[in-house]
């Protein structure tokens, strides 16, 4: 397995916002977390990739526990994580933030140059040298996505890659994920838009209110109307 979880609980302060939460994600595989907003998708990431100090459980990735270990000594592991507010530099040029991202090349994870993600995403080769600051917001997630592959992780979280994205950048941005996933990276993604994590998604689990609610392949999901529509639909 590439990323186990098990029986894991966050708090913020006296605030207690996951219960018990389980997870398994395979070698190469593309697993979507679903929920509406306010679910728990955005604390189970942080909560993985170390930026929640109050957890209990165990969170193994790679055959390592990193549950309690700090964010940069995650990272390091081959851990990847793009947030949902993107955080890029914005006087940095869309060149110089790739670069900010760089990592040597390390086992088991595809290796990416600048050159590479130009060719992923064709919108930020026609701006590389322009500031992050003067972009849209569908390139600079581009922009953060490529910046964090720079660091040549084995896994990706992603949150809510579509969210706010007009649906051709939406369609673009699925096409890149399927290619990641071709080159043998594993994904997570945290989602509310259903079509879009159908397109390049194994598996889904479904979390309401801080636990898992469902787990099944897409296929499994698409054939059952009754969970999308107790947790999934506005």
Do not use: C
Not at 119 to 132: D, Q, Y
């Amino acid at each position: 397995m590439k990323l186990e979880i098990h029986h894991l609980n966050t708090w913020y302060g006296r605030a207690h916002i996951l219960f018990d939460v389980h997870a398994r994600v395979g070698h190469g595989e593309v697993v979507a977390f679903l929920g509406r907003n306010g679910a728990g998708k955005t604390t189970t990431f942080a909560s993985i990739v170390g930026l929640v100090p109050g957890i209990t459980g165990d969170i193994v990735f790679d055959g390592t526990t990193v549950s309690g270990r700090k964010a940069h000594e995650i990272v390091r592991l081959g851990l990847g994580y793009v947030p949902e507010d993107r955080r890029i530099f914005t006087d940095l040029t869309v060149e110089e933030n790739l670069m900010v991202g760089r990592q040597p090349p390390r086992e088991g994870a595809p290796t990416w140059t600048p050159d590479m993600l130009y060719t992923l995403f064709p919108n930020l080769a026609e701006m590389r040298k322009r500031p992050g600051g003067q972009m849209s917001g569908g390139e600079q997630q581009m922009l953060t996505i490529a910046r964090t592959l720079m660091g040549n992780p084995s896994l990706v979280l992603l949150d809510e890659p579509s969210e706010g994205l007009a649906p051709k950048i939406v369609e673009q941005m699925a096409e890149a994920l399927t290619e990641m996933k071709r080159q043998g990276l594993t994904i997570i993604l945290s989602e509310q838009n259903l079509h879009f994590a159908r397109l390049i998604s194994d598996r889904a689990y479904i979390i309401e209110k801080g636990r898992i609610r469902y787990e099944g392949t897409m296929d499994e999901l698409e054939a059952n109307p009754q969970v999308r529509d107790a947790y999934l639909a506005v």
